[in-house]
């Protein structure tokens, strides 16, 4: 898919970080958006940002793990824009903490988000994009599709299967209409680390980013992380327009920053060992990355409050 303009996008978690981004850069290019989001207030401030560009937006509060919810979107999104060209599957939250420790709701949480949520809206979306002449669906796995680390055991455990999941269609949709892509974000400067939860019974010293903030001489805290991980990621904006590049380009896996590809290339290279180089990696790609938005995009509100628990 070469040209966005014209084309109707559906968004999930479009109230912040590159679902945020991708509804702008997408609006920027001509296309429609439905936005769709659980937080209400983020929701109105992104479609604040959309305001000045002449395409049609609708706003969609959703919570997506709700699977009816899902099951009833693209009819809403019909009703709205005719029809349903794009669908990313971009809603994604995280828990950290180890498996032993994690309350058992916490796991089915980022689960049925994570996971379970772009099964349901592939599923739901398909039926629709197959009746386009040419549509794309777009599933954010992470690099933590690819390698692991401790405290994340859900979080791989969900995204290693949307790679999975999401390869898979690729195959089995090749020859259709719809090009299939899964998307490996490395460090994005997001609102993720806020909206998470962070199991705070114990204490992990092997974490990368508190290794790196140690490093650096910062606290322990959940705020203070997650304004760590917000202001030292690639901007999300920059991110989104990688991830629309690959789509434009047909690019079935969309690697986003180089601490992606590299950690790609280190488990390939070294599939026991690969975490050892991890802290080199973060700290040095932490103080290389451009961490600026792009040029030409709409200022937006700093989101400070946690929205999700
Ligand atoms: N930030 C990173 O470094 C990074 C790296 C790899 C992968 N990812 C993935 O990228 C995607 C986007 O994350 P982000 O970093 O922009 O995070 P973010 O927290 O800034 O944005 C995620 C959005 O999803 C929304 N959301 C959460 N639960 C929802 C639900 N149940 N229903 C609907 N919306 C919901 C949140 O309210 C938020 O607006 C996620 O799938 C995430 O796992 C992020």
């Not at 609708?58 to 794009?86: F, N, R, T, W």
């Not at 309350?103 to 988000?113: A, C, K, M, Q």
């Not at 349901?120 to 549509?135: D, G, I, V, W």
Request: charged fraction near 20%.
């Amino acid at each position: 898919m070469k040209d966005f303009s014209n084309k109707i996008a559906v968004i999930t978690g479009a109230g912040s970080g590159m679902g945020r981004y991708l509804a702008v850069l997408l609006a920027q290019a001509g296309a429609n958006i439905a936005a769709c989001e659980i937080n209400k207030t983020a929701l109105a401030e992104t479609t604040a940002m959309l305001a000045d560009y002449p395409v049609k937006v609708s706003s969609h509060i959703l919570d997506v793990a709700d699977k009816a919810a899902i099951e009833a979107l693209p009819k809403q999104v019909i009703a709205e824009h005719g029809c349903i060209d794009m669908v990313f599957n971009n809603a994604g939250v995280t828990v950290d903490s180890t498996f032993e420790d994690m309350p058992e709701d916490d796991w089915d949480w980022v689960f049925n988000i994570n996971l379970q949520a772009v099964i349901n809206s592939s599923r739901a979306f398909l039926p629709y994009l197959k009746q386009r002449p040419e549509a794309a669906l777009i599933n954010t796995s992470s690099i933590f599709g690819m390698i692991t680390r401790e405290r994340q055991s859900v979080y791989h455990t969900a995204k290693f299967a949307v790679r999975g999941f999401t390869e898979c269609l690729a195959k089995e949709l090749k020859s259709s209409s719809v090009q299939v892509h899964c998307v490996h974000p490395g460090h994005i400067g997001t609102n993720i680390i806020t909206n998470g939860r962070i199991n705070k019974s114990e204490e992990s010293t092997n974490s990368m980013e508190r290794l790196v903030m140690k490093v650096l001489g910062l606290g322990n805290s959940q705020e203070e992380l997650a304004a760590f991980f917000r202001n030292n990621g690639m901007h999300a904006s920059r991110a989104s327009q990688i991830i629309l590049d690959g789509v434009r380009k047909k690019r079935s896996r969309i690697m986003v920053g180089t601490d992606a590809k590299l950690m790609d290339l280190a488990q390939r290279l070294t599939p026991m060992h690969y975490e050892k180089i991890f802290p080199l990696f973060t700290l040095t790609l932490t103080l290389l990355r451009n961490k600026k938005p792009i040029k030409g995009i709409p200022s937006e509100a700093k989101i400070t409050t946690r929205l999700t628990n």
